[in-house]
Nanobody
Framework: QVQLVESGGGLVQAGGSLRLSCAAS????????MGWFRQAPGKEREFVAA????????YYADSVKGRFTISRDNAKNTVYLQMNSLKPEDTAVYYC?????????????????WGQGTQVTVSS
């Protein structure tokens, strides 16, 4: 079992930055590929970014490429999402996910474990 707890969300003006964190329980965190997803009101959940278990491979949605950076610290059982140049359309609840598979599998939303989410609101 893996439990995921997101933090770092909040209200920010357009053009600003936020860093989300996802803390994972369990001693096997380093064996999981991790991903970030988001869901805006009235919209379906969408993929944002994913990272392999060693952190050597990353994958991003086109909408965030060049603005967001996913990283992980396996010693701290934590994955991060650095979000820069935020836009109002980035407003959503952001979720992290974990799965013992590949970055591409996680990017399809096929993850075994999900967090409860953290709200990000970007004002114009």
């Amino acid at each position: 079992q893996v439990q995921l707890v997101e933090s770092g969300g909040g209200l920010v003006q357009a053009g600003g930055s936020l860093r989300l964190s996802c803390a994972a329980s369990g001693r096997t965190f380093s064996t999981y590929a991790m991903g970030w997803f988001r869901q805006a009101p009235g919209k379906e959940r969408e993929f944002v970014a994913a990272i392999s278990w060693r952190g050597t491979s990353t994958y991003y949605a086109d909408s965030v490429k060049g603005r967001f950076t996913i990283s992980r610290d396996n010693a701290k059982n934590t994955v991060y999402l650095q979000m820069n140049s935020l836009k109002p359309e980035d407003t959503a609840v952001y979720y992290c996910a974990a799965d013992k598979s590949t970055v591409l599998t996680v990017s399809r939303g096929e993850a075994d474990y999900w967090g409860q989410g953290t709200q990000v609101t970007v004002s114009s």
